[in-house]
């Protein structure tokens, strides 16, 4: 018997629980990842080949994350659709069937295009880099160019299985491509071939739809066939939800273009991948955090957004989810503020990443973790324009944004080199944050923004002192070699500084009895003590 589509997700499982459940895939999958990339830095290095990667991945990495990515707009749009509507079984198969069919034929245009415009496309990227760099990063797009058809089918499959309360698989989707980048890379990374690790991208992607292909099949939500319901009433409205979330999702991360066109300028051809291994760093516990969050709030805000007398109880989880990201992000980002440098060398200093890329990438490091907070508290406004069937709101504020990140980009390079393009990132988040904060107030005049300000504007303060702390912590211990192994010191000192200012944090938080935390610290104290 197909299972469909259930009626709604908060009565199966708590916040707590399907948080747990996706934290815990998702730690998995970012954790694998990060092995993946520690791989790529001992094989590659700074220097030219994953540099030209990193152009050639712009458009195809983009298109993966913007529409095949969990809490992306096409995984939004599917949650939306399928909780409001409350679509199941025949109709649902059906209705998903015309949507991979409308998008398939939709990104198979995008993706011929990628693969005959290659050339011109990276000189577009990076017009300062090296003919060498646009050399080989053209070869390397027209490998990925599949995935921006890939990109759409995997974005619709997560969103359909995360409507049916199955988060497992979507959470461990990137554990698959990793696996199978880390395969290629250790059975033919000794062969020398300049494209290798475009090759395992791609077959990384095509691994993740195909895996899943069967439990969509299995629950009734579609299967691989081609179906013509263009007009229907859900394909208009997923199409007007998912067009405006697309271009709006998208604009965010045509900055991280704008960041490539100003780093191309750099001299030398390591800045645009020193700027890759940093984002890495700092997208992974956000990719894990924003799947805790999001994950289980995005189907909960599109049933209380669609029943006007529960705006009250969105209201509250609005506030519940912006408060838990504030509350987790803090002392991560101090973290990679106060410790960038053993962070960077116990990631990646090995093999052909030297001691001075260490540096490089550690004051690339250190600009991004200023602005970590703002980047997630960012998503989680959007999300909930999104269950608002709001679309327009975050594009207009995105289009702004990509004017003032070229010219932020622009002076700050010029002050601060290249950790300025990072500055200019979190400055940009900072801005489109208020500007979302301050429509959403508009539209929801409950929402309780000065009790949230003056609960985190302490908790900062202490995080800000912890950071302080653990930095001079580190300088003073950095000294004391362990065994003569550089690593060995790192992790160990580190890992000691990085502690007590975390217990630092976790103290002051208690101690300023903020609710989200005395709920979550008595939800986990619950959880251990049962037998």
């Known amino acids: 018997m197909k299972e469909g589509i259930p009626g709604g997700s908060s009565s199966h499982r708590s916040l707590l629980s399907v948080a747990g459940l996706v934290a815990g895939a998702t730690l998995l999958s970012k954790g694998m ?105 053209a070869q390397q797009l027209r490998i990925m160019a599949p995935l921006a058809l890939l990109s759409g089918w995997i974005g619709i499959g997560f969103g359909a299985l995360n409507a049916a309360e199955h988060y497992l698989l979507p959470a461990l989707s990137p554990l698959i491509s990793s696996l199978a980048v880390i395969g290629i890379l250790l059975s033919l990374g000794w062969t020398g071939i300049p494209t290798l690790l475009a090759w395992g991208v791609l077959v990384g992607a095509i691994a993740q739809w195909l895996a899943q292909v069967p439990l969509q099949q299995r629950l009734g939500l579609g299967r691989l066939r081609l179906r013509f319901e263009w007009g229907s009433p859900q394909v208009r409205a997923v199409g007007l939800l998912m067009l405006p979330a697309v271009i709006s999702s998208g604009m965010i991360h045509i900055n991280v273009y704008v960041d490539l066109f100003f780093a191309s300028f750099v001299p030398g051809d390591r800045t645009i991948g020193n700027l890759g291994y940093a984002q890495l760093l700092v997208q992974t516990p956000l990719g894990i955090l924003s799947n805790m969050v999001l994950v289980p709030l995005m189907p909960l805000y599109a049933q209380l957004a669609g029943e006007r007398d529960r705006w009250p109880e969105l209201c509250r989880r609005i506030r519940q989810g912006l408060m838990v990201t504030a509350i987790l992000t803090l002392p991560l980002a101090m973290l990679l503020v106060a410790l960038a440098e053993p962070i960077v060398q116990v990631a990646y200093q090995r093999g052909r990443f030297t001691a001075e890329a260490t540096q490089e990438v550690a004051a690339l490091l250190m600009a991004y973790g200023l602005g970590m907070s703002l980047y997630l508290l960012r998503d989680v406004l959007v999300r909930i324009f999104y269950a608002l069937e709001d679309g327009t709101t975050p594009l207009r504020i995105s289009g702004l944004a990509i004017g003032l990140n070229a010219l932020l980009d622009f002076l700050f390079l010029q002050v601060f080199g290249a950790p300025g393009i990072a500055l200019a990132t979190a400055g940009v988040n900072l801005v489109a944050l208020i500007g979302l904060g301050i429509c959403l107030h508009q539209r929801l005049p409950g929402i309780p923004w000065q009790e949230m300000g003056q609960a985190l504007l302490p908790l900062l303060g202490i995080t800000v002192l912890a950071g302080g702390l653990s930095h001079w912590l580190w300088m003073q211990l950095r000294a004391y070699e362990i065994l003569g192994s550089p690593l060995l010191t790192a992790l160990v000192w580190a890992g000691l500084a990085g502690g007590l200012g975390l217990s630092l944090v976790v103290a002051g938080a208690l101690y300023l009895r903020i609710p989200e935390v005395e709920g979550l610290a008595l939800q986990i104290w619950r959880r251990l003590a049962r037998p």
């Open 33 to 137: 990842g990060f092995v993946r990339q520690a791989l790529i830095a001992a094989i590659y290095g700074s220097g030219l080949e994953y540099s030209a990667f990193g152009v050639a991945y712009v458009l195809p990495g983009f298109l993966l994350i913007l529409l095949g990515g969990i809490n992306g707009p096409f995984h939004s749009a599917i949650v939306s659709i399928l909780k409001k509507q409350q679509l199941s079984g025949e109709a649902a198969a059906r209705w998903l069937e015309s949507i991979s069919t409308l998008v398939g034929c939709l990104l198979l245009t995008v993706t011929l295009g990628l693969w005959w415009g290659a050339d011109w496309v990276v000189r577009l990227t990076a017009p300062g880099s090296s003919p060498a760099v646009h050399a080989l990063a």
